[in-house]
């Protein structure tokens, strides 16, 4: 009932930014917690960054400092401002959230970086 859909993904350059972007429609209780995911050919999916509903934020070494995760005031969506980017970045970015008990998937966005 409940469906993810993420947005903002693109082209950009090294250096660049860009906003993703997700969106949960359906019959929605309660989002405990949204977090963000990428998974690149040939790595391991990586959890990026995630809010949990009390306001508390983590993010992964990799991006601290160039990513912030955010949401709005009902965790109805959730957003990334990915800042700094670079080759390295480049994966399908997955929207994840905790409704409840249960998790809820997005279906990705792509974000590649050149150099």
């Known amino acids: 009932q409940v469906q993810l859909v993420e947005s903002g993904g693109g082209l950009v350059q090294a250096g660049g930014s860009l906003r993703l972007s997700c969106a949960a429609s359906g019959s929605i209780f309660s989002i405990n917690v949204i977090s963000w995911y990428r998974q690149a050919p040939g790595k391991q999916r990586e959890l990026v960054a995630s809010?949990?509903?009390?306001?508390?934020?983590s993010y992964a070494d990799s991006v601290k400092g160039r990513f912030t995760i955010s949401g709005d005031n009902a965790m109805k969506a959730g957003y990334l401002q990915m800042n700094s980017l670079k080759p390295e970045d480049t994966a399908v970015y997955h929207c994840v959230v905790r409704i409840e008990s249960t998790r809820v998937w997005g279906q990705g966005t792509q974000v590649t970086v050149s150099s």
């Open positions: 809010l949990s509903s009390g306001g508390s934020t």
